[in-house]
Nanobody
Framework: HVQLVESGGGLVQPGGSLRLSCASS????????MAWFRQAPGKGREGVAS??????RYDYSVEGRFTVSRDNDKNTLALQMNSLKPEDTAMYYC???????????????????WGQGTQVTVS
């Protein structure tokens, strides 16, 4: 039984920072592809960042501002978000798949397990 629970979302001013966390059970974050997605009203779900055996990947829109990491001791996934922009406003989702490697592109159809999301608002 895989459970992913996001936390850390909130309201921040442009240029501010937030750190999202994903508490995981039933799956070992250090051995699987883990990813962050986001979805804004009226838009599709977009891949933000992933981390797996092959390293990290980022969408161009967040490259240089966001950092994805894993704490294997705590079995958690994190997304450090700096220099936030209004266009970063979205519901952010943690996702996982039972693969060691993530694919080149961060696509929602490649991830089988999902959390409920945490809202990030930059205004």
């Amino acid at each position: 039984h895989v459970q992913l629970v996001e936390s850390g979302g909130g309201l921040v001013q442009p240029g501010g920072s937030l750190r999202l966390s994903c508490a995981s059970s039933g799956i070992t974050v250090g051995l699987n592809c883990m990813a962050w997605f986001r979805q804004a009203p009226g838009k599709g779900r977009e891949g933000v960042a992933s981390i797996g055996r092959g390293g990290t990947r980022y969408d161009y829109s967040v490259e240089g501002r966001f950092t994805v990491s894993r704490d294997n001791d705590k079995n958690t996934l994190a997304l450090q978000m700096n220099s936030l922009k209004p266009e970063d406003t979205a519901m952010y989702y943690c996702a996982a798949d039972r693969r060691a490697f993530c694919y080149k592109y961060i696509r929602s159809t490649d991830l089988n397990y999902w959390g409920q999301g945490t809202q990030v608002t930059v205004s």
